[in-house]
Nanobody, 123 residues
Framework: QVQLVESGGGKVQSGGSLRLSCEAS????????MGWFRQVPSGEPREGVA????????SYADSVKGRFTISQDNAKNTLYLQMNSLKPEDTDRYYC????????????????WGRGNQVTVSS
């Protein structure tokens, strides 16, 4: 089964950019649908941010459309999330997720998760 480790988070000012990476091991990400989710520490359900299906089709939450881009490099077995024009409301812990079959903005549809990486956007 696949293991996922996120990196690339940090602190940035409003309007800035960050790129998150999710390095996979144990299996090839081309075998999975992949997604990025985010969650505030209060324990509310994770919010789907961006998805990429096995055929390369991408989907985005309305809140990030036009600002975020999901992509993957199969040779590096790594998923990315390029985040531009960041806003304070993008402050969250961001999680990488994978599943063999399902791909939707419902976190329960993903069977494999990384531990998350914090993104903080200051105004």
């Amino acid at each position: 089964q696949v293991q996922l480790v996120e990196s690339g988070g940090g602190k940035v000012q409003s309007g800035g950019s960050l790129r998150l990476s999710c390095e996979a091991s144990g299996d090839t990400i081309s075998n999975y649908a992949m997604g990025w989710f985010r969650q505030v520490p209060s324990g509310e359900p994770r919010e789907g941010v961006a998805l990429i299906k096995r055929d390369g089709t991408t989907s985005y939450a309305d809140s990030v459309k036009g600002r975020f881009t999901i992509s993957q490099d199969n040779a590096k077995n790594t998923l990315y999330l390029q985040m531009n024009s960041l806003k304070p409301e993008d402050t969250d812990r961001y999680y990488c997720a994978a599943d063999h079959l399902r791909c939707s903005f419902y976190p329960s549809n993903f069977g494999y998760w990384g531990r998350g990486n914090q993104v903080t956007v200051s105004s």
